[in-house]
């Protein structure tokens, strides 16, 4: 395993730097509520993304693949999961025009939003299969694996959470943040695509 940290690290962090559905999340979060309001959430993700990558390693992934049905419900109910969280991110700034109005989404439901989200899911089972041998410590690799992935998904949800508090700064007219809002609401339906078209 040692031989491929360089390739892995280089896997984590093309797969957690670049846009997807957690990253437009923590940066709409950001925005709105400020970054240190948005570390909860930041944390779920990245505990989440650990323990998925954990769980796939150590078998997860083969249920998953053995069951179809399981597969679709996921990928519904991920969807379903996204389109509402979409829905918040929209709504974040409107209920009462004050940003302590509305509360960001929090430690479970970023995690629950991480084990739904299908770029993790993407992620985990691409490193696994890249990244593990087939006579090698299943354990050891996986926790390999997961541990790098964490820590990038860790880095990437605080560089993005840190350039949504930049633009939380330019957002104090309530058209703007509105259309803010509704611009990362509309990224977050578009990561969709992907998952429903494929």
């Not at 944390?43 to 997860?60: N, P, Q």
Request: glycine share 10%; net charge positive; proline share 5%.
């Amino acid at each position: 395993m040692h031989e491929t940290m360089g390739s892995l690290v280089l896997f984590a962090a093309a797969m957690t730097l670049t846009p997807g559905p957690n990253v437009v999340l923590v940066t709409a979060s950001a925005a709105n509520f400020g970054f240190r309001r948005t570390i909860p959430q930041m944390l779920g993700i990245t505990l989440a993304f650990g323990v998925m990558i954990m769980a796939a390693g150590l078998g997860l992934a083969g249920l998953v693949h053995t069951e179809p049905r399981l597969h679709a419900i996921l990928k519904y109910a991920g969807g379903v999961y996204l389109l509402y969280l979409a829905w918040r991110i929209a709504r974040a700034d409107v209920a009462r025009g004050t940003p302590s109005s509305a509360k960001p989404i929090g430690f479970v439901a970023a995690a629950l939003f991480t084990w739904l989200n299908p770029k993790a899911w993407v992620s985990t089972l691409g490193a696994l299969a890249a990244f593990t041998t087939v006579d090698g410590d299943l354990l050891f690799e996986s926790l390999v694996i997961a541990s790098v992935l964490a820590l990038a998904c860790l880095i990437s949800v605080a560089i993005w959470a840190g350039f949504g508090a930049a633009i939380g700064r330019h957002l104090s007219h309530p058209r703007t943040r509105l259309a803010f809002n509704g611009a990362m609401a509309g990224l977050l339906v578009l990561s969709l695509v992907p998952v429903f078209v494929s």
